[in-house]
């Protein structure tokens, strides 16, 4: 298990054949707001690389990350400490789904890359850290919803990337847990592709009203999807380690 070298200077170790740290990971932590002063709390937090980025860019106050299989929440703790952020970051290996009341109300944030095939669909990966980070396995999206409407303050926020084909599950996952939808974020590979990706953000006991952004479009058309062929916007991204302000309604 060799250590992977990613943004903000962050040492990555992963375990063979789980999920491997990608574009989703990246925009999520780029896509939340700065809240320098609140507790944020990471769902599914495999290596940890969320929590890390978060903290690197001085996002959160502290996270609390939740992983379910020991093996991979261990891996995370040693990301943790290599990466100097003892203090700053908590790897708990626990069920999202079972988390002690004390929990309840105590975040500002709660953010999550979360699995996004169901657990019948697609053939499950022989290696069981991998399916269970892509198949709900573990809890599906009502289960994330319903978890971080509990442990977020009044007026918390939520931020998740998913799947587009998925995207009514995961609205009408929101409106059953007193999340409200404020911004959404549909990413693109080109401008000559369907979406691949979306971002959302919502506020727990927030007003109706969602801010729909325009498109994210990661690599210029017609050119290799390399970093050299990001577009402006995604250079943006890269650079700053958040979205341009055109993203983000205040």
Do not use: W
């Not at 990613?6 to 054949?17: A, D, F, K």
């Not at 991979?72 to 952020?85: D, L």
């Amino acid at each position: 298990m060799a250590p992977e070298y990613i943004n903000e200077n962050i040492t990555l170790y992963q375990n063979t054949g789980s999920l491997a740290y990608g574009t989703d990971a990246f925009l999520l932590s780029a896509y939340m707001r700065r809240q320098a002063k609140e507790r944020a709390a990471e769902f599914g937090a495999g290596s940890g690389v969320i929590s890390l980025l978060a903290m690197a860019r001085g996002k959160f106050s502290h996270v609390t990350a939740f992983e379910i299989q020991k093996n991979i929440a261990s891996i995370a703790e040693k990301n943790v400490e290599i990466n100097g952020f003892s203090e700053k970051i908590a790897v708990c290996d626990s069920d999202i789904r079972k988390l002690h009341h004390t929990y309840n109300g105590t975040f500002g944030a709660v953010f999550s890359n979360p699995p996004y095939m169901t657990a019948t669909s697609g053939k499950l990966n022989q290696n069981e850290a991998d399916s269970a980070s892509r198949h709900e396995l573990n809890g599906g999206i009502a289960d994330f919803a319903a978890s971080a409407s509990r442990l977020l303050k009044y007026g918390g926020l939520f931020y998740v990337v998913y799947r587009p084909d998925r995207l009514s599950e995961l609205l009408c996952a929101c409106a059953q847990n007193d999340l409200e939808p404020k911004r959404m974020t549909l990413v693109y590979p080109t401008e000559k592709h369907v979406p691949c990706l979306v971002l959302l953000e919502a506020k727990k006991n927030g007003a109706p009203g969602i801010f729909v952004t325009k498109p994210l479009i990661i690599y210029q058309s017609g050119k290799p999807q390399t970093n050299e062929n990001y577009t402006d916007d995604m250079k943006y991204i890269y650079e700053n380690g958040a979205f341009h302000e055109l993203y983000q309604r205040l």
